[in-house]
């Protein structure tokens, strides 16, 4: 694989707090960390739509149960 796209600046903050050796353990706790933290931003971005959309379970389950199709 060849990547020639920049680190973001989110990588390059992770990787600046990283630069030394962790302990399988630290990984796998910085990796859950990690998880987290993107899943909040998320679920925060998603309440926000549904929120701003005034969508409730009423607006989901009509939307499941339907069979249309977005055609492109």
């Not at 989110?10 to 987290?36: E, F």
């Not at 909040?40 to 926000?48: A, E, P, T």
């Amino acid at each position: 694989m060849n990547i020639t796209q920049p680190f973001t600046q989110a990588q390059m903050m992770v990787l600046s707090l990283v630069n030394k050796s962790y302990s399988d353990q630290d990984l796998n706790d910085l990796k859950k960390t990690l998880l987290q933290f993107n899943h909040q931003k998320m679920q925060n971005h998603l309440d926000k739509v549904i929120s701003e959309n005034n969508l409730n379970d009423a607006t989901f389950d009509k939307i499941l149960s339907s069979h249309n199709r977005i055609s492109k």
